[in-house]
């Protein structure tokens, strides 16, 4: 009796394995690059809006120090610390999945090379 991995109905076999898992890899890289170049961006973004964030609590406690009329604007300039807050934590979470993305990039990558290589070469190796 043969293995379950032996029973492949025709054109399944090595060959047309490692032409499919090509075929996927050359489907994925574009993906993988598109969307760590998103994340990229919005991380961009995040440490921009960070540094405007910090701009604006620092005016609002200047313009309370400055006023002679007593304003309390330190509700609202909590409401921005908790927002960087925020941003900060986003951005977190953005730069561990693009670091993610970049490891996913690189593998993709070396597994394309490997099977260019047994499929140029002509031979098949079962891992």
Known sequence: RQPPRAKMAAGSGPGARELFAE???QFLRPAVRQLDRHVH???ESQVELREHIDSLATELCRINEDQ????DLDPYVKKLLNARRRVVLVNNILQNAQERLRRLNHS???ETVRRRAML???GYQAK
């Open 120 to 122: 140029e070469a002509g």
């Open 108 to 110: 993709v990558a070396k």
């Open 23 to 25: 075929g996927l890899l």
């Open 41 to 43: 961006s919005v991380r």
């Open 68 to 71: 002679k009329v007593a304003l």
